[in-house]
Nanobody
Framework: QVQLVESGGGLVQAGGSLRLSCAAS????????MAWYRQTPGKQREFVAF???????IYEDSVKGRFTISRDNAKNTVYLQMNSLKPEDSAVYYC?????????WGRGTQVTVSS
């Protein structure tokens, strides 16, 4: 099981950029499918993007072309580069690691985009 710690959130104006990081501790990080989710108050957590151990990437439609997920297995870290941010991107962003029956979540990092 890996432990995940997100960082990089903050307050940014619409049109700006942020890069989120998720540092993982534990073994065999490279074997995990890593994903980003986000959640706003009163709503269910929603998928943003994932990257598999083999580098296959999928994005949620509303972030395609604006967000980029990547991973550095040497640093046990997954990133989410967010460009052209919109107020509707405001949420707590969570990192997720999944492998077989193992599933871990971080505590989240707040992203607020002002209009």
């Amino acid at each position: 099981q890996v432990q995940l710690v997100e960082s990089g959130g903050g307050l940014v104006q619409a049109g700006g950029s942020l890069r989120l990081s998720c540092a993982a501790s534990g073994s065999f990080f490279s074997d995990y499918k890593m994903a980003w989710y986000r959640q706003t108050p009163g709503k269910q957590r929603e998928f943003v993007a994932f990257i598999t151990s083999g580098g296959w990437i999928i994005y949620e439609d509303s972030v395609k072309g604006r967000f980029t997920i990547s991973r550095d297995n040497a640093k046990n870290t997954v990133y989410l580069q967010m460009n052209s941010l919109k107020p509707e991107d405001s949420a707590v962003y969570y990192c997720n690691a999944e492998k077989s029956r193992l599933n871990s979540w971080g505590r989240g990092t707040q992203v607020t985009v002002s209009s």
